[in-house]
């Protein structure tokens, strides 16, 4: 590794800090300035001042503002976010439970994503102005503007209720439970364990799921490919290509895809994170038991601490994706290390 890639790497980790101290102190100060007494929504109306008091204290609420955002801050440092008011648990063993599935679905999601999107960019590039580059154009924008839970619903009553190939719900039949549970990820604990049966289940109650949220976004990527390798089919190494007599098909997928693919790692990482974060409506949809779940069950129980525990997990794995892409890119381009 160069001295200017580790110099790159050091400053990128260090502006990362105080955009991590802000984010923090934004889900501070947000859920704070909030409408409403979480004590008074957990314990309802009919609690006395004595229970609200002893509420309030025991979450910490009584101290002043600046002791509470100190101690909340500490609590992140040591990834303690703290205990669920309506469960009695940390809220970081809430996460370790719901998190497997969200990142499960966002995994196989963004696999898709990354496979239609990238080869239909590409594929719509190379046939550039041909019918078939018009109609994935068009396919692009129409899935980029489908509603995810509507494009989940069609496809419950067309495979699911219609013809009966995939379950319409859940991640599990009812019955098949995991022997072991090694990361959490049904499918990949399958495989670690040589539990195919269960693998075989686990893919086809995440088929659905991962196709509705994966086709979304594909749309995006699709036209981010296209418009990226349109650029770099018009250089000049593609040109000298060409004059030596290289097949089209490997001028495109090898040589033009691998320069394109810079600002489109870009968005495939932010994605990712968002992704994570943006499954609500699919997990809603699917009734898939991950993150997006535990948000809306503890919203509708007013349960303040996880949701705002949940609420900054998100934020940090965004945080994250973002350095984690500035490396890729010190990594692919040489030019933005100096």
Excluded at 40 to 50: F, M, N, P, Q, T
Excluded at 74 to 81: E, K, L, P, Q, Y
Excluded at 255 to 267: E, Q
Excluded at 290 to 305: A, E, H, K, P, S
């Amino acid at each position: 590794m160069s001295s200017a890639l580790r110099r790159y790497i050091v400053v990128r980790i260090l502006l990362t800090i105080p955009m991590l101290l802000i984010l923090v102190s934004l889900v501070f100060v947000v859920l704070r300035v909030l409408p409403g007494d979480p004590a008074l929504a957990i314990l309802r109306e009919g609690a006395s001042d004595e229970q609200l008091a002893s509420f309030r204290a025991a979450l910490g609420l009584d101290q002043p503002l600046h002791i509470q955002y100190l101690n909340f801050i500490s609590g992140v440092v040591r990834f303690d976010f703290g205990e669920s008011m309506t469960r009695s648990i940390p809220v970081i063993d809430e996460i370790k439970t719901f998190f497997p599935a969200t990142m499960e679905l966002a995994i196989a999601g963004m696999f898709i994503t990354t496979v239609v999107g990238i080869f239909s960019g590409a594929f719509a590039a190379q046939h550039r102005k041909k019918a078939s580059d018009y109609i994935i154009r068009i396919l692009s924008i129409i899935l980029y503007s489908l509603p995810i839970f509507w494009l989940g619903l069609m496809l419950q009553m067309s495979f699911g209720a219609g013809l009966g190939w995939l379950p319409v719900s859940g991640r599990l039949s009812p019955g098949m439970t995991p022997e072991q549970t090694i990361t959490g990820m049904y499918t990949i604990d399958a495989i670690l364990t040589g539990n195919w049966p269960l693998f075989k289940d686990a893919i086809t109650h995440l088929i659905m799921p991962a196709i509705t949220l994966g086709l979304v976004l594909a749309g995006i990527f699709t036209r981010l490919t296209r418009a990226n390798m349109l650029d770099v089919l018009e250089q000049d190494f593609i040109t000298a290509g060409r004059a030596r007599g290289l097949k089209e098909r490997v001028l495109v997928y090898k040589h033009g895809l691998r320069n394109a693919f810079i600002p489109i790692v870009t968005l495939l990482g932010l994605q990712f994170a968002l992704l994570l974060a943006g499954a609500i409506l699919t997990e809603t949809t699917f009734s898939w038991p991950g993150m997006g779940r535990l948000v809306i069950d503890r919203i509708y129980d007013r349960d303040f601490t996880t949701v705002q525990g949940a609420i900054l997990f998100f934020a940090l794995m965004v945080a994250g994706a973002s350095l984690i892409v500035d490396i890729l890119y010190g990594f692919l381009d040489p030019r933005i290390r100096y």
